[in-house]
């Protein structure tokens, strides 16, 4: 019984199929395709990268080494075919030391475009050093072009504020104003103190040996120094006076004293 049924169900399952792979697509080459249309399918050319550095993630800063290189090679050939180089270890330590002041590792990844470490940073600053000791050669020897033409290459990759920085640590020269006088301010560990210095007159004439003979010893002894040996001429002295909160300082360390005194009565 069970094999009728299933005869019977074999030409409708035939039929089923037969309609199936009427709808079906059938898969037609490409080729099969360009043959039959009159203009081929435009075909979108890889674009080459720009930089052969352009996958190592870090192609402006190796872009950068390559040109600075470049440039030292290009600088050495021309100072050796002008008998500049190799310089004399005597030569060369003749040579005022140079003070550049490159930019920062973080600065430098801005300008680069590139993640900068320490190894890589330390690897540019000596390719700029080597540089801009050929620029010095160059500027020393006269070859003026050339030496220019260092100096806006490193000029680049130096700091804006260089005087500045350079200039950090030394004394400024004194300034003074009309009158000959110098505001300057002092620091000692937490205290600060601003000070007019102004110049005082010198006395018109010396004092001589022959009139501090005729005078008494008595009168001059209280502001005229006894020396082991006398000399034979007295040298002029030039009398000042320090003011503290426009204060005589003789005066201020009076009313200082007799205020800490008045203070140490009260607390008793």
């Known amino acids: 019984m069970f094999n009728l049924l299933r005869l019977q169900a074999r030409p409708a399952t035939a039929a089923l199929q037969t309609a199936r792979r ?15 249309l009159a203009t081929p399918l435009p075909v979108e050319p ?19 080494l390559t040109a600075l290189e470049d440039a030292i090679t290009d600088t050495r050939r021309a100072l050796t075919a002008l008998q500049l180089l190799p310089l004399p270890q005597s030569v060369r330590k003749a040579l005022p030391p140079l003070q550049p002041v490159w930019h920062t590792k973080d600065t430098l990844a801005g300008h680069l475009s590139a ?5 890589k940073y330390r690897r540019y600053i000596r390719v700029l050093d080597q540089l801009n000791e050929y ?11 050339l030496a220019e ?3 806006d290459i490193i000029t680049s990759f130096e700091r804006e504020n260089k005087e500045a920085v350079l200039a950090h640590g030394k004394k400024k020269p004194v300034q003074f104003d009309e009158y000959g006088r110098s505001y300057t301010l002092g620091r000692r560990k937490e205290s600060t103190a601003r000070v007019w210095v102004i110049p005082v007159k010198t006395p018109e004439a010396a004092v001589s040996q022959s009139a501090l003979q005729t005078e008494s010893p008595g009168e001059l002894s209280h502001f ?12 002029p002295v030039t009398t000042t006076n320090i003011i503290v909160n426009n204060t005589p300082f003789i005066e201020y360390l009076y009313v200082t004293k007799a205020f800490s005194i008045l203070i140490r009565c ?3």
């Not at 993640?115 to 190894?119: E, G, L, N, P, Q």
């Not at 620029?135 to 072009?145: D, K, L």
């Open 266 to 268: 009260t607390e008793e």
């Open 135 to 145: 620029r010095q050669i160059a500027e020393i020897a006269g070859v003026v072009e």
């Open 149 to 151: 033409n260092l100096a």
């Open 115 to 119: 993640i900068v470490t320490t190894s």
């Open 22 to 36: 009427c709808y079906a697509t059938a898969f037609v080459p490409p080729a099969s395709l360009k043959e039959g």
């Open 224 to 235: 005229i120094p006894q020396p082991l040996t006398t000399p034979t001429k007295m040298l």
């Open 46 to 64: 890889k674009l080459k990268p720009d930089s052969p550095t352009f996958y190592t993630a870090r192609a402006g800063y190796f872009d950068g």
